[in-house]
T-cell receptor, first 115, second 110 residues
Framework: KAGVTQTPRYLIKTRGQQVTLSCSPISGHRSVSWYQQTPGQGLQFLFEYFSETQRNKGNFPGRFSGRQFSNSRSEMNVSTLELGDSALYLC??????????????FGPGTRLTVL | SQQGEEDPQALSIQEGENATMNCSYKTSINNLQWYRQNSGRGLVHLILIRSNEREKHSGRLRVTLDTSKKSSSLLITASRAADTASYFCATDKGAQKLVFGQGTRLTINP
């Protein structure tokens, strides 16, 4: 099976712009979660989507949003970019047939730099 | 916010030695997992231990979990240069939301 793929791998934006990141989960996986990794805050949970619905949400401002499509692919969007949004954004997929935890498989990440 | 703290923050050992990393967390959990990350790349899942388990092995990895102390340890035996990476523990309460520790940066010297 192909692993989790994320596009693009690298992205440079300027303050005030918006950005959309894409994640394709492992085939058959219905849950997609997003995480932000920064040197200061470490790895933090953004949100999780399951069957096109946001099921869990982390403590991030409304500028961070996401969605999931019927094929389980997910996108996350960050509007009005700030310098502090520079981070590695990681996507993870799992089968998650129930709300109980299933092992999450991570993609390679998208490195976002905000200038 | 970070659920866990890992100790030490950095560890440097010689190839062939054993490496032990510790993780503490604050609230009750369903599962605890360990991940490896090479140079700011994606996370690789190493092992998952459930809250009702005390020890688990996978190849050269041994994980223990003490829920009374809210702590876990990861032991890597017979370390290799390829084990050089950052190691993170992550906990969950049964949902698809992982809470990560700050990580231990492990360096294996040849």
């Amino acid at each position: 099976k192909a692993g989790v793929t994320q596009t693009p791998r690298y992205l440079i934006k300027t303050r005030g712009q918006q950005v959309t990141l894409s994640c394709s989960p492992i085939s058959g996986h219905r849950s997609v979660s997003w995480y932000q990794q920064t040197p200061g805050q470490g790895l933090q949970f953004l949100f999780e989507y399951f069957s096109e619905t946001q099921r869990n949400k982390g403590n991030f401002p409304g500028r961070f949003s996401g969605r999931q499509f019927s094929n389980s692919r997910s996108e996350m969007n960050v509007s009005t970019l700030e310098l502090g949004d520079s981070a590695l954004y990681l996507c993870a997929s799992s089968f998650a047939g129930t709300a109980n935890y299933n092992e999450q498989f991570f993609g390679p990440g998208t490195r976002l730099t905000v200038l | 916010s970070q659920q866990g703290e890992e100790d030490p923050q950095a560890l440097s050992i010689q190839e062939g030695e054993n490496a032990t990393m510790n993780c503490s967390y604050k609230t009750s959990i369903n599962n605890l997992q360990w991940y490896r990350q090479n140079s700011g790349r994606g996370l690789v899942h190493l092992i998952l231990i459930r809250s009702n388990e005390r020890e688990k092995h996978s190849g050269r990895l041994r994980v223990t979990l003490d829920t009374s102390k809210k702590s876990s340890s990861l032991l890597i035996t017979a370390s290799r240069a390829a084990d050089t990476a950052s190691y993170f523990c992550a906990t969950d309460k049964g949902a698809q939301k992982l809470v990560f520790g700050q990580g231990t940066r492990l360096t294996i010297n040849p």
